[in-house]
């Protein structure tokens, strides 16, 4: 990301490099990567907001790409439930 690049050395977390930054700071990344290096994941996909997921295999978590502290994370169940975290 260009914002990692921007920061200042003493502003980087625990001294790790941009390029880790950019991966961990991304949960899309950090779920590829992790596979990548054979650690399980939950299944991780990008959501294109066309139609709503199979709901079929249980609920499924909504989370934006970034953000931290489970802001804006959500459990849905439901294609109406799905329909109003769309809006």
Do not use: M, Y
């Amino acid at each position: 990301a260009d914002w990692v690049a921007a920061l200042p050395e003493a502003q980087r977390f625990a001294n790790a490099t941009p390029a880790a930054i950019t991966i961990w700071s991304d949960k899309l990344r950090t779920a590829a990567a992790l596979a990548e290096r054979g650690i399980p994941t939950i299944p991780t996909q990008l959501e294109p907001w066309i139609e709503p997921p199979a709901f079929a295999a249980g609920p499924v978590v909504i989370k934006p790409r970034d953000g931290c502290g489970s802001w804006l994370v959500r459990r849905v169940a439901a294609v109406a439930q799905w329909e109003a975290v769309r809006q």
